[in-house]
Nanobody, 121 residues
Framework: QLQASGGGLVQAGESLRLSCAAS????????TGWYRQAPGKERELVAS???????DYADSVQGRFTISRDNAKNTWYLQMGSLKPEDTAVYYC?????????????????WGQGTLVTVSS
């Protein structure tokens, strides 16, 4: 249901843009976010947008990363700038998606498969 892409190997100071596309019989996407998990560490929230447009960032990425959504494409993005080696992690997207089958609506939280971002010094 969620397909993340855009990871890669970059040098410190460079930028990357991650994308997460939702597919299926989507009625609405109520909350979207990006998480990351570095080796030996727990998964942490990087950025999120919830219904109403409230945006939150982790302190460690505030001012460097920007989360955005394209509702028409059911896609959200994470623009990452001024990347640091400590940003190296597998990045996961997460979405709270309301789908419709016939006349039945159901809401499920999905995780994307993860995309690796490696920042070299």
């Amino acid at each position: 249901q969620l397909q993340a892409s855009g990871g890669g190997l970059v040098q410190a100071g460079e930028s990357l843009r991650l994308s997460c596309a939702a597919s299926g019989r989507i009625f609405s996407i109520d909350a979207t976010g990006w998480y990351r998990q570095a080796p030996g560490k727990e998964r942490e929230l990087v950025a999120s947008i919830v219904s109403g447009g409230k945006i939150d960032y982790a302190d460690s990425v505030q001012g460097r990363f920007t989360i955005s959504r394209d509702n028409a494409k059911n896609t959200w993005y994470l623009q990452m700038g001024s990347l640091k080696p400590e940003d190296t992690a597998v990045y996961y997207c997460r979405g709270k998606v309301t789908s419709i089958t016939g006349s039945v609506y159901y809401t499920t939280e999905y995780w994307g498969q993860g995309t690796l971002v490696t920042v070299s010094s």
